[in-house]
């Protein structure tokens, strides 16, 4: 895919430029940005360190078995920038409301120092119908399941 980028690249850049080594350096920058492709995991968040604005994540899902290794779930320590956008469903939210437990899909970008975030989107809380104490849908009055 890099190596596509820049062939575009240097078939867009006028000739002569290249000659002088210009739309080659910005050829090559276009390419170094191109080559680090983001990852993503989706998982449940496991601890959050606000000083540090780290936040360590675990996968959802077990990976699969790939030749006689046994599949496993991959968990990740992602610094998080504070230009980084954090959504809570789809409302913009704040680094400092992440908590544990919140599902989360996350991209990131590998680098050598750890992994970095790009973005959060984190689930929202919110449930459908309401529910009773008893963990039962309440029943209206008047209806068939009242015991009048």
Known sequence: MSALVLLLALLIAPEEAQKTGT????????AATAA??????VGEIVWVDL???LVL????VKSTAVKGKPATRETIALAVAPDVPVIRGKQPS???LLKPKDHV???YLPTPDGARAVSLRVA??????PRGAS???PIPAGTAGDAN
């Open 23 to 30: 739309a080659a350096k910005s050829a090559s920058a276009v």
């Open 135 to 137: 963990g039962t849908t």
């Open 36 to 41: 680090e492709p983001s990852k993503t995991i």
């Open 51 to 53: 000083p540090a604005r």
């Open 94 to 96: 704040t680094f400092a």
């Open 105 to 107: 899909v996350a991209r």
């Open 124 to 129: 929202d809380a919110t449930t459908g119908a």
């Open 57 to 60: 994540v675990r996968e959802s």
